[in-house]
Structures are given as C-alpha cells and as structure tokens.
C-alpha cells in the first residue's frame, strides 16, 4: 500500500480474540487502546518515526509483564535504532558489514523497556516494563512511547510502505488487525507546553500510521 498524497495517518482496527461475552464491559463500552506510528523526519535511507500507544480504557490496565508490539515490514527495512523500547531479536543482519541494525527481523518484536534504563535510553512515556494504566484511573500513566529509526526503506511518501499485520500482545489472547483507515497526523507538545509541533514529512505530506485501534 503506497502513502496517500496529502497529510494523513493510517488506521488499522484491532478486534479482541476474546468472546463478545467476556469481552464487553458495560461500565466502559467504548472502551480502546490505540496505537500511533507519527513519521517525525527523514533519514538518508529512512526515517524516524515516534510510536505511541493510549489505553483509552476506563478500568483496565495492561498489566505485567505489559505489551509487545509487532507488525510485518513491507519491503526489506530494518531498525537501526530505538529508544524507549526494544525488538526482542535482532535477527540475520549478516549482509551488514559495520554499523550493525538493531534488528533485521521481517517481523520484529517490540516490548518496553524496564524502569531505571540510563537516561539516554528514554523517551517521555516509556520504560515502564510495557505497564499501561486505564485512562479512567490514571491518563498519565495511560500511555506508552517509543522511538523507532527504520531504514531501507525509501524517502519519499511513494516510496516508503506502511508496515502490515501488526499485532498487539499483553496478558490474555490479544488481538487482530482489520482494514487501515486514514486519519489526521498528531501535533506535539514540547516539554514546557509553550510550543507545537507537528509529524514531519515531505513538503506537504505528513505521514502518520495510526496503526492499532483495539477494542477490549
């Protein structure tokens, strides 16, 4: 699937494995988690995209040991970094003679990483243990990010291909993707909340995925 034209973000929506029976909650039957994939600039092979999960869930929380993130790539792109999280294998990067990715997996795994990690190794909203707290009992701490440097993976909003078959794991059966959906990029607050800042793409194309809409 090529990116569309205009600035836009991608929706795949998430159904738990789980029976409608034991799903549903009356007390919160709008209940969701999602996950957005906001491109924030360009590499020369690449570029850097902010990941960020939000448990719109009123009463329930993603426990211990918390979430696992992972989709199919496209094309042949790889991690060359991230911070805030890591892929639980690094895969066959033999082709790569320096400068090793960070994994080289088709279809990576992704958890979070574990609180005290050096300060280097966040970014705001992570490092966690993938614990996520329900919006209803703490928004604060409902939410999860981290940061993922892709490569190989084309410049342009023609040439770069959103990731497919994302999944979302965490204590229970988890959940399957359905059919993207174009929404609007996210904007950015930097850290004093005097200035917003918006995905970064192309001239006039700012791609965000908002890759999982989970009901529970």
Not at 42 to 69: H, K
Request: glycine content about 8%; proline content about 7%; aromatic content about 8%.
């Amino acid at each position: 699937m090529e990116l569309p034209n205009n600035a836009a973000a991608l929706v795949l929506v998430l159904a738990a494995t789980l029976s409608v029976a034991v799903a549903y909650d009356p007390l919160d039957p709008n209940g969701n988690i999602t996950m957005k994939w906001d491109v924030m600039s360009w590499t020369p092979d690449g570029y850097v995209a902010t990941v960020t999960i939000n448990n719109f869930q009123m009463y329930r929380q993603i426990m211990a040991p918390g979430w696992t993130v992972g989709w199919t790539w496209a094309k042949r792109e790889v991690i060359w970094s991230m911070v805030g999280a890591q892929a639980t294998e690094q895969g066959d990067c033999s082709k790569f003679k320096a400068n090793l990715p960070h994994s080289c997996r088709r279809t990576p795994a992704v958890v979070d990483l574990l609180p005290g990690v050096p300060y280097n190794q966040q970014i705001a909203n992570c490092c966690r243990g993938g614990v996520v707290s329900a919006y209803g009992q703490d928004p604060s701490a409902s939410v999860a990010a981290f940061q993922i440097s892709v490569g190989q993976a084309g410049t342009t909003n023609r040439t770069v291909k959103v990731p497919k078959n994302f999944t979302l794991l965490g204590p229970g059966p988890g959940y399957t993707c359905g059919p993207a959906k174009v929404v609007p990029s996210t904007v950015f607050l930097t850290a004093d909340h005097r200035r917003k800042t918006q995905a970064l793409s192309m001239p006039n194309d700012l791609l965000s995925y908002l890759a999982v809409r989970a009901w529970i």
